[in-house]
């Protein structure tokens, strides 16, 4: 990197970390600006007019004005936190901004990573649950974790204690990937017995949060948390959760983000089976097993990716209009997934590797590969990266 | 009874056991044919063209005829049974024979009954589940059956091991009526281990079935007789229930027959909660207390009764038309209760004396009945009889 380029980074970046701390600025209010300028520094630079032509309102502006040539001292500690190797900040026009969580209206304008910023674009289920769960509740916690991390999905959750930390060991147990979502600023140990616990977080996965660096454990930030919990997920598992508790704003914000709800039933005299019962009534997914979410999960993967349904429904009418083939009824791969195959190779590539090799958008390369993940044709390793895997019986 | 009316008496009993015998006959097809006809006695002598003419197929033609002049001793042998004071056979003319099963297509010809036969005829839950249930959902058969026995429904179930019993034995201790639809002969002593519940469910309720006396316990009758317990009920609770068992017949055929299908959740590690599980995932109405099903009956109750609903909302309509009127928001009883609490004064009364007195029909007294206990207003007592609550604060 030369000296000019690094130059820039740096203004950039300070940029960004100055536009995350707009008061009321979240995607969608950004997304016209940043089409707009170009850029978080351009954004910064504009003209008050310009910046009400695309939707910024009054007090926004205002803030905007008030930050020029301003320096702030927390913005500097960031960046020099952002020099060790773990440290990103990831804002919302990077590639590595995670594109189901660009999704949600409120998703935040950047977000600080320790760890891998990769994994954040892998396909995630959601576990989280009581801070106060009944062993019973932990057990399955791990135990669901486990099994899906082994089957290829990230596993999100709060790192709370109780059913949070339960899903992330169990993730970390099966040598998945896991993803903490902080309520805090990823420097502040927070809850501090779970310090080795994040520490493992980011060695298989990452840490991610919005808040500035120091930000304290505020009541108010958790209920923020949740909707980049869920706004990561393709669903969200409640495991065992009282009424009236966070796990239910979570479940709620996933209902309204668009993702599936999953939840585990139980006696109907544990209290923490109270949550998941008022969610079951509500229409949320009944789970008794991992499979139940697997199978759940394949079927989304497909209504995420609508581009991709139409290319192998193209593909299947072609292959049914050929009268000698059987394609129709054969388990044979639709022409897209084999394209992604033959671009994949039996070397680790990550998502942006496949989507400049096969020219597909990159939600629907991430799609195909959970697919074709699900039916044991590739294997992923840490650092979003995915592997081949050799059929043993070939068919 | 004259010498000539018990003559007509026994012939036209010795009729309908006759009936009941006639290979694929129930209530729908009957129906016809009594309607025609008028008695079972004439059905019995009517020429085959008139019957072919009211929907009866050539079988049961043939078979109508082979019974002519035929004696039978089976029948001989019911008679004598029926002698027996706590003995009945409730045809299906008889204003005895449940209206909620009458409602349904295959319903019964007739049925057997050893205990009191207007208890048939009062709003009632049935509750099911396995013969080895666990300890936890045996103690819910019982409490969620004492419960609701005791706010006025009648409990319907199997007489079977396991959470039937437990059912049974809830309403009993609870001083609840509680209802046997048995799969055997009333006089065969199945399961024999159940002979004092029996006993004491004839005391304080009803054992009915639909089969010859002298019918042991055949496995395939189990299914029929399943037909009857959702049929007699507003609706169906499942407390503990495997995969593919009994339990779960007798709740697809409650949601065939319209009925609500009511299941308690548990441990996704209680192979028992499977089955109940399964019936949430097609829609059953998950339980956490007696209450919730409460509140859903009372619902149901009014949906029941479609002409009495229609009443109302005129009584509602005039009370909006009277300016000084604040009928419509006032918590005061609708007009056609007030008429039935008139009729039923503090004398215990039953359904028929109650339609007697009000010009109502039997199925909207029933379930105006049924609202007035919920609230509180009234009380029923042993045989079907209701009385008036004395509230002690008058607001």
Same mark, same amino acid.
């Given at each position: ?5 690094? *130059? %820039? ?6 940029? !960004? ?22 850029? /978080?520094?351009? +954004? ?18 205002? !803030? ?20 060790h190797e773990a440290h990103h900040f990831v804002p ?26 990769? *994994?954040?674009?892998?396909?995630? $289920? ?28 990230? +596993? ?17 147990? /099966?040598?998945?990937?896991? +993803? ?52 990561? /997920?393709?669903?969200? $598992? *409640? ?49 008794? %097993? ?67 090799? %096969? ?10 590969? $959970?697919?074709?993940? $699900? ?11 995915? *592997? ?8």
């Open positions: 990197m030369t000296f000019v380029t690094l *130059v %820039t980074h740096v203004t950039s970046l300070s940029s !960004w970390l100055t536009l995350l701390r707009a008061p009321g600025l979240h995607a969608a209010r950004l997304r016209p600006l940043l089409d707009r300028f170009g850029s /978080a520094d351009a +954004i910064l630079a504009a003209a008050p007019a310009a910046l009400r032509e695309y939707g910024a309102g009054a007090a926004l502006v205002d !803030w905007l004005q008030s930050q020029r040539g301003h320096s702030d001292p927390a913005i500097d500690a960031e960046l020099r936190w952002l020099e919302l026009d990077s590639e590595n901004y995670p594109p189901l969580l660009a999704e949600v209206s409120d998703a935040p304008v950047g977000l600080f990573v320790r760890g891998d910023p990769a *994994v954040l674009s892998l396909p995630q $289920l959601a576990i989280v649950g009581s801070r106060n769960p009944t062993a019973g509740g932990r057990d399955n916690a791990t135990s669901f974790a486990a099994h899906l991390a082994r089957r290829g999905l990230a +596993i999100t959750s709060g790192l709370a204690i109780g059913i949070d930390a339960a899903a992330h060991q169990g993730a970390l147990a /099966a040598e998945g990937i896991t +993803i903490a979502v902080c309520g805090t600023g990823l420097d502040v140990d927070y809850p501090s017995a779970h310090s080795a616990l994040a520490a493992a977080i980011a060695q298989r996965g990452a840490l991610v949060s919005e808040f500035p660096l120091g930000m304290p454990a505020l009541q108010a930030n958790f209920p923020r948390r949740n909707r980049i919990i869920s706004g990561l /997920a393709l669903g969200t $598992l *409640v495991v065992e959760a009282a009424l009236r508790s966070g796990s239910l704003i979570t479940a709620r914000l996933a209902a309204e983000q668009g993702r599936e709800v999953f939840a585990i039933p139980g006696s109907i005299h544990n209290p923490l089976a109270r949550g998941c019962h008022q969610l079951l009534r509500q229409g949320a997914q009944l789970v008794e %097993t991992g499979d139940d979410i697997f199978a759940e999960l394949r079927a989304l993967v497909g209504a995420l990716a609508p581009a991709l349904q139409a290319a192998v429904a193209d593909d299947r009418k072609s292959s049914a209009a050929a009268p000698e083939s059987s394609a129709a009824d054969a388990p044979v791969l639709d022409k897209a997934y084999e394209i992604l195959l033959d671009a994949l190779g039996f070397e680790p590539a990550g998502v942006d590797t496949l989507v400049e090799r %096969t020219g597909f958008a990159a939600d629907e390369v991430a799609a195909m590969l $959970l697919i074709l993940e $699900l039916d044991g044709r590739l294997e992923s390793r840490p650092g979003g990266r995915y *592997v081949r895997r050799v059929l043993k019986a070939a068919k």
